[in-house]
C-alpha cells in the first residue's frame, strides 16, 4: 500500500471516529436542554455540566474549528443577554424616558453580528488561503450564520414566555434547531477546508486575505518576490483546457520560470521542483483543476486570450 493510500485511509478513520464524537456531543448538548427545563438546583447544575460537556465534545469532534466554535457560543450569549435586556427591562430603568438597559441590550446585540462576522471572515480567510486547492463554496455556509442568529433571538423569546407561564414547545423547538446548525456551522469547514495553512491565517491575522495577498504575505522569500531572482512576480491566466476555469499562476518575466505555492508550508517554489524548498514534501508535477479535478501540466493549461499579467 503507497504513502499516499495509508494517509487517505488514516484520515478516513479519523474522520469517522470525529463523526462519532459529533453525534455524542449532539446526544449531551440535547440531555442539557431537557434537564434544563426542569426546576431546581440540582437540574440546573446537571444542565450547566451537560452543556460544558456538549461544548468540549464538539472541540474534539471539530478540532480544527474550536475558534469557530467558541466565536459561536459568544455570539449566542451576546444574542441571548441582549434580547432578554430588550425583553424584561423595556419599561425599567427610565432616564429622562429612555430604557437604559434597552440600549446596553442593543449594544450587546451588534457585538454578537459583530463576533458572527469575524467568524465567517475567519473561516473564509482559510478557504482563500488553500491556493491551487478545491475551490468550497461557502455561500450557504455564510447564510447558515444569520440563521443561527435569527433562531437565537426566537429562542430567546420563547423561553422568556416559557419562564412566564407560556407553552414549553417552541423553546424547545427553536433550541433543537439551534443545536444542529451550531454542528453544521463547525462539520462544514473542519471537513470541506484544508487547514494545512500558515497560523496567522487560521487566527484571523490579517481579517481578510485574498488569493493574491496570500503569496504576497507568506510566500517565500520576500513578498512578492522570485525566489530565484529577486525580481517582481507577475501572474497569468491560465484555462482549464477541459472545462475552461480560470486561474492565475505566479510567473517570473526575469527567470522566464513559474512559481506556485507549497500546499504545505505556501512556499513559493520553482514549477517542476520535486520538493518544496523550505518544509521538503513533494511537490505535484501537475495542477488539479478545482471545479472539474483534472489534473494536467502548467504547459497544458492553456493562456487566457488577452492574458493581462498583475504584479
Known amino acids: 500500500m503507497s504513502k499516499e493510500s495509508q494517509s487517505d485511509n488514516i484520515k478516513a478513520m479519523l474522520a469517522h471516529r470525529n463523526d462519532q464524537y459529533a453525534f455524542l456531543a449532539f446526544i449531551l448538548l440535547m440531555a442539557s436542554l431537557g434537564l434544563g427545563t426542569q426546576p431546581g438546583v440540582t437540574f440546573t447544575v446537571a444542565w450547566a455540566a451537560l452543556a460544558g460537556a456538549g461544548f468540549f465534545m464538539s472541540i474534539v469532534a471539530f478540532p480544527n474549528v474550536w475558534r469557530t466554535a467558541l466565536g459561536l457560543i459568544c455570539a449566542y450569549l451576546l444574542s441571548f443577554l441582549g434580547m432578554l435586556c430588550i425583553i424584561v427591562f423595556r419599561d425599567i430603568l427610565l432616564i429622562f424616558g429612555f430604557p437604559v438597559i434597552v440600549l446596553f441590550g442593543v449594544f450587546l446585540g451588534f457585538g454578537a453580528i459583530i463576533v458572527m462576522l469575524i467568524v465567517i471572515a475567519q473561516v473564509k480567510q482559510v478557504r482563500d488561503a488553500d491556493i491551487g486547492g478545491r475551490y468550497i463554496p461557502l455561500g450557504l455556509w455564510s447564510i447558515s450564520g444569520s440563521i443561527f442568529m435569527i433562531i437565537t433571538a426566537f429562542s430567546t423569546i420563547s423561553w422568556y414566555f416559557w419562564a412566564t407561564g ?64 529577486g525580481s517582481a512576480i507577475e501572474f497569468e491566466t491560465r484555462m482549464c483546457k477541459k472545462c475552461g476555469k480560470v486561474q492565475k499562476f505566479g510567473w517570473c518575466p526575469v527567470s522566464e520560470i513559474h512559481l506556485l505555492p507549497c500546499a504545505h508550508c505556501r512556499h513559493l517554489n520553482t514549477y517542476g521542483n520535486r520538493e518544496c524548498e523550505l518544509c521538503h514534501n513533494p511537490l505535484a508535477e501537475k495542477i488539479k483543476c478545482p471545479r472539474c479535478e483534472v489534473s494536467a501540466k502548467i504547459g497544458d493549461w492553456p493562456l487566457k486570450p488577452d492574458d493581462d499579467k498583475e504584479e
Open 166 to 229: 407560556f407553552y414549553l414547545i417552541p423553546y424547545l423547538l427553536f433550541e433543537v434547531l439551534l443545536i444542529l446548525c451550531y454542528l453544521w456551522m463547525l462539520w462544514l469547514p473542519d471537513r470541506r477546508l484544508n487547514w494545512d495553512v500558515p497560523k496567522e491565517v487560521k487566527r484571523g491575522i490579517p481579517s481578510v486575505l485574498s488569493k493574491t495577498a496570500v503569496i504576497k504575505r507568506i510566500g517565500g522569500g520576500e513578498k512578492n518576490k522570485c525566489p530565484a531572482c
